[in-house]
């Protein structure tokens, strides 16, 4: 996060507050969201992780744009927002993307796990469980590899691009619910 964020002129305690931000968010964000699919999204929970992908995607584009990219200088569209030299303001929009990255990627998990218990059914849920954290850590094995040799300014769009994916083969997924209420 310091190589991302040190060019809009945020300093390394106010970059490690962001850091327990998004972390802090994202715990809040699974156990709101898990009592809401409970109560509202019974069985419809892929449509509560669609919802919830595309509030993800929204958030992650907002950082996006507000953060060194590619595309344009350093900071420039926070500096359109609100003028150089302003880093509290800075903070507190950059705050705002973290903690909505955070909790509504928190509160996926969740839902997830769940879509794949009904999935797998009759395999027990610790299984199933285990085989998405399984695959989860293959995964964030690979994004660390690629993380590694890419440029910090594309960890973004990278981040937007495999929730796009993600999105993409969570609506080609054929909701089945097989186990009792």
């Not at 106010?14 to 994202?26: E, K």
């Not at 992780?49 to 958030?59: K, N, P, R």
């Not at 399984?134 to 495999?162: D, Q, R």
Request: with cysteine.
């Amino acid at each position: 996060m310091q190589d991302m964020l040190h060019p809009i002129g945020l300093s390394d305690n106010l970059i490690g507050y962001l850091g327990l931000a998004v972390s802090v968010s994202s715990l809040c964000g699974g156990m709101i969201i898990g009592p809401i699919s409970d109560q509202w999204f019974r069985r419809k929970l892929k449509k509560l992780l669609i919802i919830l992908f595309f509030a993800a995607i929204t958030s992650f584009a907002i950082t996006f744009i507000t953060i060194p990219s590619p595309w344009w200088t350093y900071g420039e569209p926070i500096e359109k927002l609100q003028g150089d030299g302003q880093r509290d303001s800075r903070f507190g929009i950059v705050l705002v993307c973290v903690v909505l990255i955070g909790f509504f990627s928190g509160g996926i998990v969740p839902v997830f796990f769940e879509i794949v218990a009904e999935l797998s059914y009759p395999v027990s849920e610790g299984t199933s469980g285990m085989c998405l954290v399984f695959v989860n850590n293959i995964a964030s094995l690979m994004i660390i590899g690629i993380g590694s040799w890419l440029n910090t300014k594309y960890e973004t769009i990278v981040s937007l691009c495999i929730l796009v994916v993600c999105l993409l083969v969570s609506i080609s997924v054929k909701e089945v619910y097989k186990r009792d209420s």
